[in-house]
């Protein structure tokens, strides 16, 4: 007896099975970038923060830092993006009714590169997208206490958590409506930022003050605006981007709250854009919302936004694995490989022949990002010197290095040693080149002075 053919998929039931796999795809991506790479140098500076516990830190306030301890760098990056994943999904099935909307609007998040790199390299980006999302998600249901919980947590993730409260505020505004319990939930979140605040009044508000410096000074202009829009192609997707602008201005009134949250985000950093170089990824928190309210939108258009972000991704991770195209600066691999050479220096005697074990008790860096990835991949004390930038390194004390004992000075394509640190020693020796490779390409040459002798 001949089996009958089965029926043929309905649309709905293709569209949810698109969708796991578009989630499962891009889960598997993650997964295979944290583990197939070395650390990314900003998340080896957090990773310092993580050795010691403080309520603030020179760039950002310290939930990243307590994070990391906790569970780790490739956990903390895993578990926020699971997470954000999962409000996402919950806020779009409270706003759709609809459990394959929240699929819909979970697989697109799921594809966003501005996401995905969140959710590979531990940042500050990763602990906000995911408190940003729950505290959307509390407003949105007027769960005021924990809306003031999640907001409060975003706060202790990154500063521009404080968009969200102004989303929220033009909402009210426009609705002509603020309800009671808002007060207490904007008092909730102060009243956890309040340590963080306390920190940098005791050191010269050096981290809101390198915040507003960093992203609203500078020589700005066309240019630089024009770099952010192009970053918002790539960062948030070819078609995510024109569809969040088409979503924040001429989405549903009954959507006024999302749709806030992503113009608010992306009108700022424009606006800061246009006086400042910034970054593309600060823009990150806007396209939470978007996906949502992309999933209401047609068809058509929900799955130009996932599969471009998805073909971003793919190219992106293969280069990372499989370069073919080579580039005059390859940023991408440079940030992504070749690090783990940085091993060698935890032995200094085995490259300097004459050196005797112990004569080196740290290691100095003409930048935070090499100095952490020193710290991290040698294990050994470092500090900064030289006109370098501003970091936390400033804010905490040097390296002891007793009267006698030697230092090494590492530099990538750099100058000799600055002045400010071989005044104080007594001499400097020879210097060894490290290559860090990755499939036969050099993306980074070291030079490691020693600098012997202490003066007392």
């Not at 950002?60 to 990391?68: D, S, T």
């Not at 309040?194 to 960093?214: E, K, T």
């Amino acid at each position: 007896m001949v089996s009958p053919a089965p029926a043929p998929p309905t649309p709905v039931g293709l569209a949810l099975k698109t969708c796991l796999a578009l989630t499962g795809v891009a889960l598997a991506v993650r997964c295979v970038l944290a583990l197939g790479t070395d650390v990314y140098f900003d998340t080896a500076y957090y990773w310092q923060w993580a050795q010691r516990l403080d309520w603030g830190y020179y760039d950002h306030p310290p939930l990243i830092a307590w994070l990391i301890a906790a569970f780790g760098i490739h956990g903390t990056a895993l578990l926020c993006g699971v997470g954000t994943l999962a409000a996402v999904w919950g806020l779009a099935r409270d706003v759709y009714q609809s459990r394959e909307a929240a699929w819909r609007a979970a697989a697109l998040w799921s594809v966003v590169p501005g996401g995905m790199v969140a959710g590979v390299w531990a940042t500050p980006d990763s602990a906000l997208l995911l408190f940003w999302t729950l505290s959307l998600w509390a407003l949105w249901r007027e769960r005021w206490l924990w809306a003031g919980l999640a907001s409060g947590l975003a706060l202790l993730a990154k500063f521009p958590a404080v968009l969200l409260g102004l989303a929220f505020l033009v909402t009210a505004l426009k609705l002509k409506r603020l309800p009671r319990g808002a007060w207490g939930t904007g008092a909730l979140a102060l009243l956890f930022l309040a340590p963080v605040l306390m920190w940098n009044a005791r050191h010269d508000w050096v981290g809101i003050a390198f915040q507003l410096r960093h992203g609203l000074e500078g020589q700005g202009g066309w240019k630089t605006l024009g770099e952010f829009v192009g970053g918002q192609f790539a960062f948030g997707g070819p078609v995510l981007f024109p569809l969040a602008l088409v979503y924040a201005l001429k989405g549903p009134r009954e959507h006024l709250l999302l749709r806030m949250a992503a113009l608010v985000p992306l009108l700022f950093f424009g606006y800061a854009s246009s006086r400042a170089r910034g970054e593309v990824n600060w823009t990150t928190m806007a396209y939470l919302s978007v996906c949502i309210g992309v999933a209401g939108m047609r068809r058509p258009w929900q799955r130009a936004a996932a599969f471009s972000g998805l073909a971003v991704v793919l190219a992106v991770t293969l280069h990372l694995f499989f370069p073919v195209v080579s580039f005059k600066r390859d940023t991408a691999l440079w940030r992504t490989h070749g690090w783990d050479v940085l091993s060698a220096l935890s032995t200094p005697e085995k490259l300097f022949p004459q050196m005797k074990p112990g004569d080196v008790v740290a290691v100095y860096a003409g930048n935070y990002q090499l100095a952490s990835q020193i710290a991290r991949y040698a294990g050994v004390p470092v500090g900064t010197a030289g006109l370098v930038r501003f970091s936390q390194y400033d804010v905490w004390p040097e390296p002891h290095v007793p009267p006698g004992k030697d230092v090494l000075w590492v530099e990538e394509d750099g100058p000799l040693p600055p002045e400010a640190l071989t005044d104080r020693f007594e001499a400097m020796d020879e210097v060894v080149e490290l290559e860090g490779t990755f499939q036969g390409r050099r993306l980074h040459f070291f030079r490691v002075w020693w600098v012997r002798g202490k003066k007392p």
